[in-house]
């Protein structure tokens, strides 16, 4: 395989399930800083390759992706192994909806229902009320997670598979901001679980105070 090009800085959760990803499959690959304070979206190059000027952007040879989920499912199907990508539509099918249900709800909301808030929303700008909708949103959902989690240690049992990266990208986030969490003892026992895989610790835990607005 040729090297990946990854464009996207370190700090952007989409970018992180990609290094995730990457990292895992063990992928020759560089990095480069895009996006955020170091710019570089918004020139017609860019854009040739990201119509939406967001990261991340991959590039594999002459293949150049944009979405980081599709990014992933890619990776996955490409270099992952029967574990990590199931090619059984249906043993591939159940974990996947857990994928989809952990990247377009679970981290939809904690994401843009409680990080935006907290992290990247001035605090005289901040809606409290929304912010308490928010985070009852995010434990109901986290709550939902911890029972089709069981004794894991991952969603398909004892192997590591793209939907973990999927749904498991954001919960650096969801336990590291400040507020009160529910009672979920198998979800603290998957993250603790992820945060014990080196991939995860260098890709996913990154700190994001540069992005804290006051
Ligand atoms: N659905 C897209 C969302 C991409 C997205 O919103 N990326 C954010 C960073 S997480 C972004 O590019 N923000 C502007 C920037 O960093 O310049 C994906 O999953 O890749």
Same mark, same amino acid.
Not at 8 to 19: C, E, I, L, Y
Not at 47 to 72: K, Y
């Given at each position: 395989?040729?090297?990946?090009?990854?464009?996207?800085?370190?700090?952007?959760?989409?970018?992180?399930?990609?290094?995730?990803?990457?990292?895992?499959?063990?992928?020759?690959?560089?990095?480069?800083?895009?996006?955020?304070?170091?710019?570089?979206?918004?020139?017609?190059?860019?854009?040739?390759? /990201?119509?939406?000027?967001?990261?991340?952007?991959?590039?594999?040879?002459?293949?150049?992706?944009?979405?980081?989920?599709?990014?992933?499912?890619?990776?996955?199907?490409?270099?992952?192994?029967?574990?990590?990508? +199931?090619?059984?539509?249906?043993?591939?099918?159940?974990?996947?909806?857990?994928?989809?249900?952990?990247?377009? &709800?679970?981290?939809?909301?904690?994401?843009?229902?409680?990080?935006? &808030?907290?992290?990247?929303?001035?605090?005289?700008?901040?809606?409290?009320?929304?912010?308490?909708?928010?985070?009852?949103?995010?434990?109901?959902?986290?709550?939902?997670?911890?029972?089709?989690?069981?004794?894991?240690?991952?969603?398909?049992?004892? /192997?590591?598979?793209?939907?973990?990266?999927?749904?498991?990208?954001?919960?650096?986030?969801?336990?590291?901001?400040?507020?009160?969490?529910?009672? &979920? +003892? /198998?979800?603290?026992?998957?993250?603790?679980?992820?945060?014990?895989?080196?991939?995860?610790?260098?890709?996913?835990?990154?700190?994001?105070?540069?992005?804290?607005?006051?």
């Amino acid at each position: 395989m040729t090297k990946l090009k990854i464009h996207g800085r370190a700090t952007s959760s989409n970018v992180q399930a990609v290094m995730w990803t990457v990292a895992e499959l063990g992928l020759d690959h560089e990095r480069l800083d895009v996006g955020g304070a170091f710019g570089g979206t918004d020139t017609d190059a860019y854009r040739a390759l /990201n119509p939406m000027g967001l990261v991340p952007t991959v590039q594999d040879g002459d293949i150049t992706l944009f979405e980081s989920c599709a990014i992933v499912r890619y990776l996955a199907a490409r270099y992952g192994d029967e574990k990590f990508w +199931p090619r059984d539509p249906g043993a591939r099918a159940m974990l996947d909806q857990w994928a989809e249900w952990g990247k377009g &709800t679970f981290t939809r909301t904690v994401v843009y229902e409680v990080f935006w &808030t907290l992290i990247r929303t001035r605090k005289v700008d901040r809606d409290l009320n929304a912010l308490a909708a928010g985070i009852e949103n995010a434990s109901r959902l986290a709550k939902l997670l911890d029972q089709r989690l069981g004794s894991g240690p991952y969603l398909a049992g004892d /192997n590591l598979t793209f939907a973990d990266i999927i749904t498991g990208h954001v919960l650096f986030r969801y336990y590291s901001l400040e507020f009160k969490r529910v009672d &979920t +003892p /198998n979800l603290d026992a998957y993250y603790d679980a992820l945060t014990k895989r080196p991939a995860y610790a260098e890709h996913v835990m990154v700190d994001y105070s540069s992005l804290k607005v006051e």
